[in-house]
């Protein structure tokens, strides 16, 4: 069993709508990422959180620790952000980045 | 800046040869790691590096190597390969161990390999 679950798995969504994908983990973290891989295969990291929430444009990403759960929002969603979300979590322990332990991702195909 | 460049982009490989995936940063960052992802499935972690000249083992290791001579490179090697390490191959590579919001992970495009 995975330990980083992110739900739903496939999303389709007509543009302007908002979305949110979620990430939930069974274990403690320190840490998760957000990271969007592009229909070519390149992957970008998109947020890091420890805490609370952030923003770029129209992209949103909270957390809260101790229920164990991510969101990631897109509002007025555009083709464009047509991609898989992955989110990646970094255990408790302390670890860096070698201890990530990724989703399976979330594809999301925005139509026009 | 290049950022992370991996090469070659595809591979068709027979059972047991071997080969080289390239990996190359130009960010002069010290933590660089190698990562391969199944359909379905999340990315793994292979092998990792903290810095020249040091490397270590991650999730799934077994039958890949690893070198780490300079800052800048970190080649994967596949030897002997079989149908299970058909998979798409991602370096990265981040400036800090812990990555931040100021210190990313940064991913090369992938290498699509194909072993028949």
């Known amino acids: 069993k995975n330990e980083v679950e992110q739900s739903p798995q496939n999303l389709t969504a007509q543009e302007g709508e908002f979305i949110t994908i979620n990430c939930s983990y069974s274990?403690?973290?320190?840490?998760l990422h957000w990271l969007q891989q592009h229909p070519g295969g390149g992957i970008v990291s998109l947020f890091m959180?420890?805490?609370g929430k952030k923003k770029h444009g129209r992209l949103i990403a909270t957390i809260n620790i101790q229920e164990k759960h991510s969101s990631l929002h897109i509002t007025a969603s555009h083709p464009r952000d047509s991609a898989v979300y992955i989110c990646?979590?970094?255990?408790?322990?302390?670890?860096?980045?070698?201890?990530?332990?990724f989703g399976k991702g979330t594809k999301l195909t925005v139509n026009p | 800046n290049a950022g992370v460049t991996q090469t070659p982009k595809f591979r068709i490989l027979k059972i047991g040869q071997s080969m080289t995936l390239q990996c190359t940063q130009d960010?002069?960052?010290?933590?660089m790691y190698w990562y391969r992802q199944d359909p379905g499935m999340g990315l793994k972690l292979i092998y990792y590096?903290?810095?020249?000249?040091?490397?270590d083992k991650g999730e799934v290791p077994n039958g890949y190597n690893v070198s780490r001579s300079t800052t800048e490179d970190f080649p994967l090697r596949l030897e002997l390969a079989a149908p299970s390490q058909t998979s798409v191959y991602f370096c990265?590579?981040?400036?800090?161990?812990?990555?931040?919001?100021?210190?990313?992970?940064?991913f090369g495009n992938g290498t699509r390999l194909t072993v028949t």
């Open positions: 590096s903290v810095g020249a000249g040091i490397t």
């Open positions: 274990v403690g973290i320190s840490a």
């Open positions: 990646a979590a970094i255990p408790i322990p302390q670890g860096g980045s070698e201890k990530l332990v």
């Open positions: 959180l420890s805490s």
């Open positions: 960010m002069n960052h010290n933590y």
């Open positions: 990265a590579s981040s400036y800090r161990r812990e990555s931040s919001y100021n210190s990313p992970l940064h």
